[in-house]
Nanobody
Framework: QVNLAESGGGLVQAGGSLRLSCAAS????????MGWFRQAPGKEREFVAG????????NYADSVKGRFTISRDNGKNTAYLQMNSLKPEDTAVYYC??????????????WGQGTQVTVSS
């Protein structure tokens, strides 16, 4: 059974930092690209960042470029999203997901349950 578990969300002041983690089990983690998505209240889910299977290639939404960093540790079956210089508009539920392809438009086969990030002004 495949399971993705996000952690690390919380409440932070604008300008602060958080690091999200996504621990995967039940599959060969290193065979998949990883994506982070977010969904704010009343808005559609949007792509935030992606990383390929090896960690050698990444891409980011323009809104987070230069502030967020995605990484992974295949030995620990875990991916991370380091979020710096957080803004109130970053407030959302953040989800990790696995895909065979590094693309914001690719089908994502597995999803986590989400972790809430709230940035206060």
């Amino acid at each position: 059974q495949v399971n993705l578990a996000e952690s690390g969300g919380g409440l932070v002041q604008a300008g602060g930092s958080l690091r999200l983690s996504c621990a995967a089990s039940g599959l060969t983690f290193s065979s998949y690209a990883m994506g982070w998505f977010r969904q704010a209240p009343g808005k559609e889910r949007e792509f935030v960042a992606g990383i390929n299977w090896s960690g050698g290639s990444t891409n980011y939404a323009d809104s987070v470029k230069g502030r967020f960093t995605i990484s992974r540790d295949n030995g620990k079956n875990t991916a991370y999203l380091q979020m710096n210089s957080l803004k109130p508009e970053d407030t959302a539920v953040y989800y990790c997901a696995l895909s065979r392809y590094l693309s914001r438009y690719a089908p994502y086969d597995y999803w986590g349950q989400g972790t809430q990030v709230t940035v206060s002004s």
